[in-house]
């Protein structure tokens, strides 16, 4: 699947020439967190560089009104950042951009998907709920800083 259209947007792999957009659209969304390094221009450059075609955009217009930024290490595949321009949301964009991935990973033969949302993320929590993703209560999340100098900054 390269691209998806509808009347009102187009579903299609992320390309490095998006990230102005991309960074307009995470500032955007309420709550949302950017890494300094991680999520600058050349992170997410890294990042699409290491995972050829499997991050989308949903394009409405000439703006980037959603987005997903998506990876596997061989064995699982994992989504990050996902999110939908608020003025877009219900319109079936966060959808369409999860199917596109789940191909898009199915193509590179991995068998599970998984994803982080915080639990103070109730939108984003009743999405993943609704479209049947499960929610895990038998592991812990761990996390280790190995670059303190990347940043995670939240919008207000």
Request: proline residues 1%.
């Amino acid at each position: 699947m390269d691209t998806l259209n509808n009347n009102s947007y187009q579903i299609r792999a992320m390309t490095t020439e998006d990230y102005r957009g991309l960074h307009a659209l995470w500032m955007t969304i309420h709550g949302f967190g950017i890494r300094s390094i991680d999520d600058s221009e050349e992170g997410v450059a890294r990042f699409l560089a290491r995972n050829p075609g499997l991050s989308v955009v949903a394009v409405a217009g000439e703006e980037i009104v959603g987005a997903i930024l998506c990876g596997h290490d061989g064995r699982r595949g994992c989504l990050y950042h996902v999110c939908v321009r608020e003025d877009h949301r219900r319109l079936g964009i966060g959808k369409a951009m999860v199917v596109y991935c789940m191909n898009a990973l199915k193509k590179e033969q991995i068998n599970k998907v998984s994803l982080i949302a915080f639990t103070r993320n109730d939108v984003g929590n009743a999405f993943w709920n609704c479209i049947g993703w499960t929610k895990r209560a038998d592991l812990n999340y761990y996390d280790f800083t190995l670059n303190d100098a990347n940043i995670t900054a939240f919008n207000q």
